[in-house]
């Protein structure tokens, strides 16, 4: 340093910003021994950034305030110099007053030339953010230089970055507001983006008044690319304009939470639109626009934008560069996937695209010809299990697996919900008689949708992105392609809880795990086991009392076939129409049943076409097959409207079975007797 007045700091600044870990291990011996400080600042010299302390050294600007004023300055880890490749801006790392953590407002002004803003960010985890940079607990340090001035140091975990200018500017830019950002943007280092289109919509709607508004705001710019299309940059309307503005909140993506929707500044009695952050496993950022309410301009569902340079911090906010504009909704589910190939690695849903042209690209053809149309996508990260690796060269099979993933409908959010107000709902795919099953838990924001298909349970991690034809959901899995054992299966899936529960007390589920067998399980639904209580009330109440485990794992017994393969319900109508009935082996004996095509509406009652669905018949019953071949990696589950049950098979009055109390009891009395008689 240039003056000795801010050694105790410059000292303690090239401590603190050494290695993490030297920090943490260096930090208590300081605490103990104060005279360590000096000398082990020096030896640890060589591990200091040192672009960061040269050109603390080099600026008399920032010589001057550690020497005269009070400061606090955010100094970047080691780990975070060797991430960065730009120039450091050491004066955009100082403010001239002293806060510390507790005392930072939500923004301070920089000692860089115009003073542009720091914005700090407090989040619920108790993470405090500048920026985009995190304040690293426990790292900061508070003192006094030798003129009485308080300064405070925070050490954080990104080098802190202003707005950059181009090399070639003609201007002055200091400070700009978001409006400047948007009319001085070719001066401007945006990694050669360009957004003429946007801010000519902006001017020509005008609305500069949103984008100059004083404030702390959030600021979403479609470039000039995601205007390929024609007649887009007229659907820019002076609402649209609105909806990518989040007035009076700051966010950069490290401090943002995830899916939290943010009230644009589009939202009001007749028009209501949220935007909200959310980051995938690959590290891509995301913003999404929800029209919650729309209007005959501004349809209902959600548009997702990639953002493409993010953080970019002006006088009045924040910017953030997107690759399309939002509240748009202007391309069918077609074009919406063919679009993930333009964008190459960085789209969501390029896997899925990718395997689709892979085989062949017929399924996409046959999206192309459906008017309305849902699909539920899986993300880039649900393709890179083993199992379906294994699969990708199979084409008809993939063939199988990508139509289950396709609905010949318009499929909200909402009308899921409608569908499962009083049952899980089910959702005929244009794979033939094969359906997906959506399940609802929780309400209002905290929802959790689940669909089943082809033995997999997978979660929406992004609903309701809105297409003219239709919605794409973002699943987190692979439908098809099972990942569970049976028993695993039974624990996860709501509609099978009640079987599970019986198999568990009676120990019954002991053998599921088993992946050395083939297992054919008949598994009745909760609302079969339900119908039974209304024709055997009595025994409906016996078969789920622990006291009657016996009769519950003898009953269970029944429905299930072990073999060395599995027999889909194809195989059970072939096998019934050459011989009549079928005997399938099961644990202590053979299961004989009778499976037959019926055309029907079981799924649906409202369904406008028909389909073909399987009946069991068993002891002159009709038992509906409500889900057929439900895939695991060591079986395959039929779902069944009704239990294979009989009013003998627990008899409760007239004493004709005992429960085990009851049987325990009764050995102890003949115990009892014949002990008596031995010693008469």
């Known amino acids: 340093m240039t003056s000795s007045g801010c050694r105790g700091l410059t000292a303690a600044l090239l401590l603190l910003c050494a290695t993490s870990a030297a920090i943490a291990d260096l930090s208590d011996k300081l605490r103990d021994d104060s005279e360590l400080s000096q000398s082990t600042a020096k030896s640890f010299r060589r591990l200091m950034p040192v672009r960061f302390y040269s050109q603390v050294e080099q600026n008399p600007i920032a010589n001057a305030t550690l020497t005269l004023r009070s400061c606090t300055i955010f100094v970047p880890t080691n780990e975070a110099f060797q991430r960065y490749k730009g120039n450091i ?34 989040n619920r985890n108790g993470d405090i953010y500048v920026n985009n940079a995190r304040i690293i607990p426990s790292l900061s340090v508070e003192m006094t230089n030798r003129e009485g001035k308080r300064q405070v140091m925070h050490i954080i975990d990104e080098v802190l970055q202003p707005l950059s200018v181009q ?39 005008k609305k500069e008044s949103v984008y100059q508004s004083p404030g702390a705001h959030t600021f979403l710019i479609p470039i000039d690319e995601s205007f390929k299309l024609s007649a887009r940059s007229g659907l820019v309307d002076a609402k649209v304009i609105d909806g990518h503005v989040i007035p009076n909140t700051v966010i950069f993506t490290a401090a943002s939470q995830h899916d939290d929707p943010k009230t644009s500044a589009a939202f009001e009695d007749l028009l209501k639109v949220t935007v909200s952050f959310f980051k995938q496993k690959d590290g891509k950022m995301y913003v999404k626009s929800n029209t919650i309410v729309g209007d005959a301009k501004h349809h209902e569902g959600v548009v997702l934008a990639e953002i493409v340079k993010a953080n970019i911090p002006v006088q009045n906010g924040v910017v953030h560069l997107i690759h399309r504009p939002l509240m748009i909704i202007d391309t069918t589910v077609t074009d919406f996937l063919k679009s993930f190939k333009e964008n190459g690695e960085n789209g969501a849903l390029r896997k899925f695209y990718e395997v689709i042209m892979d085989n062949g690209g017929e399924v996409l053809d046959d999206i192309t010809n459906l008017s309305e149309v849902t699909i539920l996508a899986p993300s880039n990260d649900a393709w890179n299990a083993s199992l379906i690796e294994n699969l990708l060269r199979n084409r008809k099979k993939m063939r199988e697996i990508l139509n289950m993933h396709i609905i010949r409908d318009r499929l909200n959010v909402d009308k899921i919900r409608q569908k499962n107000a009083n049952m899980i709902a089910q959702v005929p795919t244009v794979n033939n008689n094969t359906f997906l099953y959506f399940n609802v838990k929780g309400e209002g924001a905290d929802a959790v949708i689940t669909v089943e298909g082809g033995g997999v349970n997978a979660t929406i991690v992004q609903a309701d992105v809105a297409q003219t034809n239709g919605y794409v959901h973002i699943i987190d899995r692979v439908l098809g392609v099972p990942h569970t054992t049976v028993l695993g299966k039974l624990e996860t899936d709501p509609m099978m809880s009640d079987t599970y529960k019986m198999g568990q007390f009676s120990h019954f589920n002991d053998q599921l795990n088993n992946t050395q067998r083939r297992f054919t399980y008949f598994v009745p639904r909760d609302k079969g086991w339900q119908k039974t209580e209304l024709d055997y009330p009595s025994a409906h109440k016996k078969l789920f009392m622990p006291d009657f485990s016996y009769h519950s794992k003898s009953i269970l017994e029944r429905h299930l076939a072990i073999a060395d393969h599995v027999f889909t319900m194809k195989d059970l109508v072939q096998y019934s129409q050459q011989a009549g009935n079928v005997v399938l082996p099961t644990f202590r004996d053979s299961l004989q049943i009778r499976v037959e095509e019926e055309a029907g509406h079981l799924h649906d009652e409202n369904a406008s076409h028909e389909w073909t669905g399987y009946v069991i018949i068993w002891n002159y019953k009709k038992i509906n097959v409500y889900r057929p071949d439900v895939e695991c990696t060591n079986g395959i589950i039929h779902v069944i409207d009704y239990p294979l049950l009989e009013e003998k098979d627990v008899v409760v009055s007239g004493g004709s079975y005992l429960t085990e109390s009851s049987i325990c009891i009764l050995l102890a009395n003949l115990i009892m007797i014949t002990v008596a008689k031995i010693l008469n």
């Open 89 to 122: 801006h050491v004066l955009y790392h100082i403010s001239t007053s002293a806060f510390s953590k507790e005392q930072l407002p939500k923004s301070v002004s920089s000692d860089m030339d115009g003073n542009p803003p720091l914005y700090i960010t407090k």
């Open 167 to 205: 090399k070639n500017a003609q201007d002055n830019i200091n400070n700009p507001d978001a409006m400047q950002f948007l009319q001085m943007a070719e001066q401007l280092d945006l990694n050669d983006f360009h957004l003429r289109t946007y801010r000519s919509q902006v001017t020509l709607a």
